[in-house]
């Protein structure tokens, strides 16, 4: 019998790689997470969870960030990658930048391989999402049975829209309900990370209220430049240059001095010890990066 049981296993071995695991079902938790550029204390949070708690009371609502720049779409899509990751399967995301509000513009639900829905409207914002977690499906919110029951407004989509329609995915509402299946999403033509020559090159992220920079190079391309730590790495960003040290924790180097490590979610990031590096070097978002091995 044991030759036949090889056979057997051989066979669904190759099963397994030509039909590969299917993607995760959406199954809601209860947490609806909010990312928008509303503002910290803004009236516009208070009504927007209003509308969440009118359609699903039992809703558990939390806030990833609203200090989203204004109108900053591409700021929106990093700040939302790097943190979406952290939460259960299940969740459902809220995200709102959106200049276009009122406009053509589609609003959207995109289902990921890895059982997260993300609410909000079409415009690149989901690109770095999708990238990561893949796409399961993505729905068109044409189903005004989800939506706010009173007029809809052309200017508060997240009130009349994107609110009620997360509530309703959070309480066990299908998916599919929310309206027609799309072919593909909105995508920001953003600048990835790049290792040639020696060189990785990227762009500035977000700085955090500390003054530290996020760049979007990551660990993996600090290794492929074969850079350890205790390293000397040669910065650029923007029209600035300096040599920093590779360190696991700022306090490796003394008060106000600069360094470079690998923040939480992977990232390389630039910092002063104590200080503001964003202040000192009057770069910020969107700023071009490059690391190298200092000679």
Known sequence: MRPFRAIVFFFAAIV????????????????????????????YMGIIRGAIY???????????????????????A???VEAAGEYPRGTVFINIVDPGVG???????????????????????????????GIKQIRELTNKELWRAETTSTVFHGR???????????????????GPALDSIVKLDLKRSVVENGVASGTVMRT?????????????DLKSLDIALANAIEVTIGSEKWIAPFKRTYAEVPEGERL??????????CAINKGSLAEAIKQGFGAAVTVRKAK
């Open 16 to 43: 397994c790689l030509a039909f590969p695991a299917p993607a995760d079902d959406f199954k809601p938790n209860g947490l609806v997470i909010l990312m928008t550029d509303y503002g910290t204390d803004s009236i």
């Open 78 to 80: 990093y700040l939302l």
């Open 208 to 220: 955090d209220p500390y003054g530290n920079v996020i760049t979007n190079i990551t660990s993996t």
């Open 260 to 269: 470079v490590v690998v923040q939480s979610s992977g990232f390389v990031e």
């Open 160 to 178: 009349d829209i994107y609110g009620p329609v997360g509530a309703s995915l959070a309480s066990g509402v299908p998916v599919e309900k929310c």
């Open 103 to 133: 406009t053509p513009r589609k609003s959207i639900v995109l289902e990921t391989n890895n059982g997260y829905c993300f609410v909000g409207p079409d415009n690149g914002l989901t690109t770095l999402v999708a990238d990561k977690f």
């Open 54 to 76: 009118s359609k699903f009371p039992d809703a558990k609502v939390n806030d990833l960030t609203n200090a989203v720049p204004p109108f900053d779409i591409t700021a929106g």
